[in-house]
């Protein structure tokens, strides 16, 4: 009941988390130190559960992001509510927090927040994260929406698919013949003879013929980071279950990871909105024109009747109808 959760407690409480520490929260909130203690103390007593893991920064445990969530949808509400009274002050802005993943962010995203009618006054907060853990961030309250590969709504939250991102194997045509026996820009097949690689630093002569399926396993790879799993899956698909190669660049990224295959770093999967640019002026090959991935993409957000994150969410949803691939 609203009763059991006075809103200063739980205001506290949001504060220590946003702050890292009760002594940084009570400046916040113009109070003692101790004050803050006794708020939390209070609120932890009243719903029986530990709310904060008290080391540095402070971190909600799972019951406290319950009412960290909480908190920040109650600021959501109280803020559109002056907006429609009038009571909102000249010019001020509605904060619009999302967790979005680092591809997304370097294609269709930014374009997408740029539908955004101009009277909402959005002023937007994003917080990058792959799309297989953003929504973690709804869960712990961090953020009010956010582009996911959930398809199951987080608790308190509304779910619509988007469309699915296609990614492309790709590599620097010079990383391709030498790593992967391409010649004169003609992919082979996998399980195609290609000459035989000679010496770490590539084929040095051409001998029998090795397939795709099995140069592949050998030659350097980009990753994003080292939770990135595209290019590992591919290769398992192409190569019988073998992973990618031992010899991993990890370029954190979308731009940079972009940029590393492009400089011949080694092979990658980018996303074909990205890649197709290049593969036109022919920086890229496609190493497979049939291995494409898709990852299906979600929006995820809390279900409020706010008119500012209403407006966001459709124009995220018209954008991804035109960029992304049908579900």
Avoid at 48 to 74: D, M, N, Y
Wanted: glycine share 8%; proline share 7%; hydrophobic share 45%.
């Amino acid at each position: 009941m609203m009763s059991q959760l006075p809103l200063d407690l739980v205001r506290t409480l949001l504060a220590v988390v946003d702050e890292g520490t009760f002594d940084a929260a009570a400046q916040a909130l113009h109070v003692t130190p101790s004050a803050v203690s006794q708020r939390v103390k209070a609120l932890e007593q009243r719903v029986g559960r530990v709310l904060l893991i008290r080391e540095k920064p402070v971190r909600p445990t799972e019951s406290g992001e319950v009412i960290v969530r909480f908190a920040r949808q109650l600021a959501r509400l109280e803020h559109d509510a002056h907006a429609a009274l009038g009571m909102t002050g000249p010019g001020e802005a509605t904060r619009v927090s999302i967790a979005v993943n680092a591809d997304s962010l370097a294609t269709w995203f930014l374009p997408a927040l740029t539908r955004v009618p101009e009277d909402v006054r959005p002023c937007y907060e994003l917080l990058r994260e792959d799309e297989q853990h953003t929504a973690r961030l709804l869960r712990e309250g961090l953020v009010m929406a956010a582009v996911t590969s959930a398809p199951d709504a987080v608790a308190g939250c509304s779910v619509r698919p988007l469309g699915r991102m296609r990614y492309l194997p790709v590599a620097a045509p010079a990383f391709a013949e030498r790593w992967l026996g391409f010649g004169a820009g003609v992919p082979p097949k996998a399980g195609a003879g290609v000459p035989t690689k000679a010496g770490a630093g590539g084929p040095t002569k051409v001998g029998s013929r090795v397939p795709l399926n099995d140069l592949i396993v050998d030659a350097p790879v980009v990753f994003f980071d080292r939770r990135d799993e595209f290019q590992d899956a591919f290769v398992r698909g192409l190569a019988g279950g073998r992973p990618a190669g031992a010899r991993r660049h990890y370029v954190p990224t979308s731009e940079g990871f972009v940029d590393a295959v492009v400089a011949g770093m080694g092979w990658g999967m980018v996303p074909a909105v990205q890649a197709e640019r290049l593969l036109h002026t022919g920086r890229l090959v496609n190493l497979a024109p049939e291995g494409t991935a898709d990852a299906p993409l979600f929006w995820q957000q809390w279900k409020l009747d706010s008119p500012a994150l209403t407006a966001v969410a459709e124009a995220v949803a018209a954008e991804a109808a035109e960029t992304l691939e049908a579900v």
